[in-house]
């Protein structure tokens, strides 16, 4: 039955509900995530996030009785993949929101279709600037580049004293750009000089002669605006031109795969975050825990703001009368997620309106603090 079908039909069947017979809908909840190619690492992360809130969620008895159904798909990380993905969600399986994708590079190609049928996407990994500029349905938790990389800075100046940096960033990836632009403007703000900005392109292996000229203007650091595998790659190559400088990363860095391939090349990279793995509050323990007796591994940023996002949703939607209509419940989740407050894995979130832009209407950033951690044998602490 579709989801219009089972709603209309529950609706029916609640409202005799006086006489003592209830059945609840299903809700379902489209997610669009990167579950195969390079970007997977962050994608499975993100689905497991989800899943576990999901799970417990149902075991509660789900939300005002009815229960969340995910219908995940994977968008490969690729731009067309996750149009067709957004395409199907949407409009065959009738979803009543859509979490993903899980690069920006692919959200600022499928975003639109999410806003154009009045449908909220929700990205819980998209830290590129403009992602909310794409319209009023397109919601994050994620925090955006912009106000992580400024803090990862003021740290860097803080810990090792820095004066001089060179920079290398990924310039055919929106998020990889966006965080070299936010760098640059920080760098330029906190009076940092650069020794050299050094570009490569996505799927790139060898970097040697990108870090040869980096190594010749001897900077203190080295800022990397890059997704994990080339991260990591880079931080390998590096080492294996002797040069001892620490990192500085964004958003990107932020996965285990950095410390699989690079190992203790990575100490002493600098990384911000809502997240951190030390965070000592009861529902990011809880999480970190639950999420180990189910998958068996340790859980990551990507998995922690997953698992809170499901939570805002589920908050937004037990204020919903779901009526039946998908349409008329599409607007009620929008009109009700702004409001959401919530305190998860991640610390204290609320959403901030993103201002209009170009006579469009805005959609929601996350408005969440970030802490900076550092990588000591192999991962991120505090
Ligand atoms: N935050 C980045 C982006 O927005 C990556 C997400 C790291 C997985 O594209």
Not at 268 to 291: I, R
Request: glycine residues 8%.
């Amino acid at each position: 039955m579709s989801y219009q079908m089972k709603t209309l039909v529950a609706s029916a069947l609640l409202a005799w509900s006086a006489a003592g017979v209830a059945v609840a809908a299903d809700i379902k909840i489209g997610v669009a995530e990167a579950l195969t190619g390079p970007a997977a690492k962050y994608g499975v992360a993100i689905k497991n996030g989800f899943t576990l809130a999901a799970d417990e969620l149902n075991a509660k008895g789900g939300i005002n009785g009815n229960k969340i159904v995910l219908v995940v798909e994977d968008e490969q990380g690729k731009k067309e993949e996750a149009i067709n993905v957004f395409k199907k969600l949407i409009f065959q399986d009738k979803v009543l929101m859509v979490f993903g994708p899980t690069l920006s590079n692919s959200a600022f190609a499928a975003d639109p279709i999410a806003n154009a049928s009045k449908t909220v996407v929700f990205g819980t990994s998209n830290t590129a600037d403009g992602i909310t500029n794409m319209g009023p349905f397109t919601f994050r938790n994620s925090v955006m580049e912009a106000d992580v990389l400024p803090v990862t800075t003021r740290a860097a100046v803080k810990q090792f004293g820095i004066k001089k940096v060179a920079v290398l960033y990924g310039n055919d990836d929106a998020f990889t750009k966006s965080g070299y632009d936010v760098f640059k403007a920080a760098l330029e703000q906190q009076k940092i000089a650069v020794t050299d900005t050094e570009t490569y392109a996505k799927g790139d292996v060898d970097f040697k002669a990108q870090l040869t000229k980096i190594k010749a203007t001897n900077p203190d650091a080295i800022i990397c605006s890059c997704l994990a595998e080339e991260a990591a790659n880079i931080i390998l190559q590096t080492r294996s031109l002797g040069m001892k400088q620490p990192f500085v990363g964004g958003n990107g860095f932020n996965s285990p795969k950095l410390f699989e391939i690079a190992k203790d090349g990575a100490d002493n990279t600098l990384m911000g975050s809502p997240w951190s793995a030390e965070n000592p509050a009861a529902a990011n323990k809880k999480f970190m825990a639950d999420y180990k007796a189910k998958f068996g591994g340790d859980p990551d940023q990507f998995a922690a703001q997953a698992f809170d996002a499901m939570y805002i949703v589920a908050e937004a939607l037990s204020k919903v009368k779901l009526s039946g209509s998908l349409e008329k419940d599409r607007l009620a989740l929008r009109d009700a997620l702004p409001a959401v407050k919530f305190d998860g894995a991640t610390g204290k979130f609320a959403f901030r309106r993103a201002a209009p832009q170009g006579g469009k209407e805005g959609g929601y950033d996350a408005q969440q603090d970030a802490i900076v951690n550092i990588a000591k044998g192999g991962k991120f602490i505090l």
